[in-house]
C-alpha cells in the first residue's frame, strides 16, 4: 500500500491521507463527526434488533468499529461485527491516532485490540462486540462466504473516483443477497450513478443530509 499520513480534521479527530490517491479516509470537516453521522445514526441506529450482524467494507483507522464497539455498550445490543480489508493499518499508526483520547482514553485497551486481533478468526473484544476481520479484497466477494446474512452494512470504500471496481451494480448485488429482510447499507457518497446501481441491486435507497461538508449520503434498506 502507499505511504499514509496522519491528519487533524475539523472536529479535532485524525484521519489518514494517503498522498499519492489525494484520498482521506475520513472527511477533513471531522472524522469521528462524519462517522458518527453515517455510520451510527443513519445505520446501526436504524436496525432496532437487539442482536446485529454487521458488515463493514474497509476497517481502516478502526474508527467505525471503536464507535460500534462504545455504542453497543450504551446500548446494550450485542453486535457480531466482520470487516473487510485489503491494506492493514499497522499498530504503530494506530496506536498514533488520537480517537481514544478523544471519545474514552479508559478504553485504549480496546481500539488497540481492535488492531491486534487475530485476521480470520472471531475475537470476543467486549461481552458486547465480537469482531472478525478478513484480509480479503471487497471486489471479489464471490470468494467471500459468511456464515450469517447481516442486518448493517457499513460501506466505507474509498471514492469511486478512486476505486471504480468498488462502486459497480455487481458488488451491489452481492451485498443485497448477503443482506437481511430489512437490512440497512449505508455509505457517504451519494452521486446519482451509485444510488441507482443500489436501487437496479434491489435496494430501496433514501438521500439523508449529510455531516458538515456534505450535502447528502445515502442509506439503502432491503425491504422485508
Ligand atoms: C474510506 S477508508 C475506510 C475508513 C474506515 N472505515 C475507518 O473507519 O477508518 C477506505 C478503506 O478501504 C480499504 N480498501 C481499499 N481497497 C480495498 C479493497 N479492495 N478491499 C478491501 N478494503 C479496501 C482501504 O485500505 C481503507 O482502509
Known amino acids: 500500500m502507499m505511504q499514509r499520513i496522519i491528519e487533524i480534521t475539523e472536529d479535532g479527530s485524525h484521519t489518514l491521507c494517503v498522498p499519492e490517491l489525494n484520498e482521506r479516509y ?9 462517522s458518527r453521522h453515517i455510520y451510527l445514526e443513519a445505520g446501526l441506529h ?20 471503536f464507535l460500534t464497539l462504545l455504542d453497543a455498550e450504551r446500548s446494550e445490543k450485542t453486535v457480531t461485527y466482520t470487516t473487510l480489508e485489503r491494506y492493514p493499518v499497522s499498530l504503530a499508526e494506530a496506536e498514533k491516532l488520537n480517537y481514544c ?14 488492531h491486534t486481533s487475530a485476521w480470520g478468526e472471531w475475537v470476543e473484544i467486549t461481552p458486547f462486540f465480537r469482531m ?6 471487497a471486489g471479489r466477494l464471490e470468494d467471500f462466504r459468511p456464515e450469517t446474512l447481516f442486518d448493517v452494512i457499513y460501506y466505507d470504500a474509498f471514492a469511486p473516483g478512486k ?22 447499507l449505508t455509505t457517504y457518497c451519494a452521486k446519482g450513478a451509485v444510488r441507482r446501481m443500489f436501487q437496479s ?23 422485508m
Open 163 to 184: 476505486q471504480p471496481r468498488l462502486w459497480t451494480e455487481e458488488i451491489f448485488c452481492r451485498l443485497y443477497a448477503l443482506s437481511s429482510p430489512g437490512a440497512t
Open 132 to 137: 472478525k476481520k478478513l484480509a480479503a479484497d
Open 26 to 34: 475520513h472527511s477533513s470537516h471531522g472524522a469521528i463527526r462524519e
Open 101 to 114: 483520547k478523544l471519545l474514552d482514553p479508559s478504553r485504549e485497551g480496546s481500539f488497540l485490540q481492535l
Open 46 to 65: 436504524h436496525c432496532v434488533k437487539p442482536e446485529v450482524n454487521l458488515l463493514e467494507i474497509g476497517f481502516g483507522t478502526g474508527l467505525n468499529a
Open 201 to 223: 441491486a434491489g435496494f430501496r435507497v433514501e438521500r439523508l443530509p449529510g455531516p458538515p461538508g456534505k450535502r447528502e449520503i445515502l442509506r439503502a434498506v432491503k425491504l
